[in-house]
């Protein structure tokens, strides 16, 4: 879809981002910048839409990461960095994005409208949020039940490094999650980059028998978009978490734990008893079924709680 993807601007935004996140301030210097040498020439002839001219800016740049490159100088830069940050994380997601599912996104809305299996993304903004309210770490292990595509998922490992695990019930989606999984090893990999430990599978994550149990004990931080899911779901959900370790963290976008709920002699073996919940505000363009903004609740487990009963 061009009104989505511009080849050019791909290029231009990845030449910037090399020139920002991988080249020190005297490696800047041999490209120039918004004012001078080759940094503008490529915005230039791109506004000029003078096409030799911004081929020759092309590999001008080339050339000097060509030099970079052989020399030694972009792996050490790159190992430094150790992580990508948030813009760079997002520009390779959308390269990934756009060549393994948008020419097929359509596929997406093939769900029973108001099922539990509705579709809907949560977009990288309010993710870079998640990370950060929960503090998740290269040592950190997360987890994504109901992953969609995969894209949180992705956008967590390669900003932290975690290991990182997402299930979905449906077919479509999970099938596009292992193709991003795919061109995202090996676009990581272009960049000098780790990938962080990453795996999909196909399942309901309610169900016996998968891997999901064993990782959900070991899980620091669980993300359930449960925006959709009804109440049946989310108590069956609830039970699982009682093999939470101490401290775990639960982002939803509907809190488990009732507004109403007292913790007394009568409700302590609930299993939203074990949970102490806050709530935030998100604003627009954080989710993708919805401009508006909204609320999502991160709920730790602490036993603690219990012990005077």
């Not at 996140?21 to 839409?49: A, E």
């Not at 290991?163 to 979905?168: L, P, Q, R, T, V």
């Not at 899980?219 to 925006?227: C, F, K, P, R, S």
Request: charged share 25%; net charge neutral.
């Amino acid at each position: 879809d061009t009104d989505e993807y511009n080849p050019i601007t791909d290029l231009i935004r990845t030449a910037d981002l090399i020139y920002e996140c991988f080249l020190t301030p005297s490696q800047q210097k041999l490209l120039g910048d918004d004012q001078q040498g080759v940094m503008r020439n490529l915005t230039k002839h791109r506004n000029r839409r003078n096409g030799p001219g911004f081929v020759e800016a092309v590999e001008e740049f080339n050339r000097v990461i060509r030099e970079l490159r052989s020399s030694g100088e972009l792996r050490k830069n790159a190992k430094a960095m150790r992580h990508p940050n948030y813009d760079l994380t997002c520009h390779i997601l959308y390269q990934i994005y756009s060549r393994t599912v948008a020419h097929q996104a359509e596929a997406l809305n093939n769900y029973a409208a108001f099922s539990n299996n509705v579709y809907g993304e949560i977009n990288s903004i309010l993710v870079k949020e998640f990370i950060a309210k929960t503090h998740i770490t290269s040592s950190s292990v997360f987890m994504d039940l109901g992953c969609g595509i995969g894209n949180v998922v992705l956008q967590v490992a390669a900003q932290t490094g975690c290991e990182a695990f997402g299930i979905e019930i449906m077919e479509t989606p999970c099938k596009y999650a292992k193709r991003q999984l795919k061109e995202y090893a090996s676009r990581m990999r272009a960049w000098g980059l780790p990938t962080g430990k990453i795996r999909f599978r196909h399942g309901d994550f309610l169900e016996s028998g998968n891997d999901v149990h064993p990782t959900l004990k070991r899980a620091d931080v669980l993300l359930v978009n449960n925006y959709a899911f009804d109440w049946e779901t989310n108590h069956s959900l609830a039970q699982l978490f009682l093999d939470l370790k101490e401290g775990t963290k639960i982002i939803s976008l509907k809190s488990f734990v009732p507004k109403n709920h007292k913790l007394n002699q009568r409700t302590f073996h609930l299993p939203e008893s074990i949970l102490r919940v806050e709530e935030f505000e998100y604003f627009s363009d954080a989710v993708s079924w919805t401009n508006n903004g909204g609320t999502y609740y991160i709920a730790t487990v602490d036993r603690s709680r219990l012990e005077p009963f």
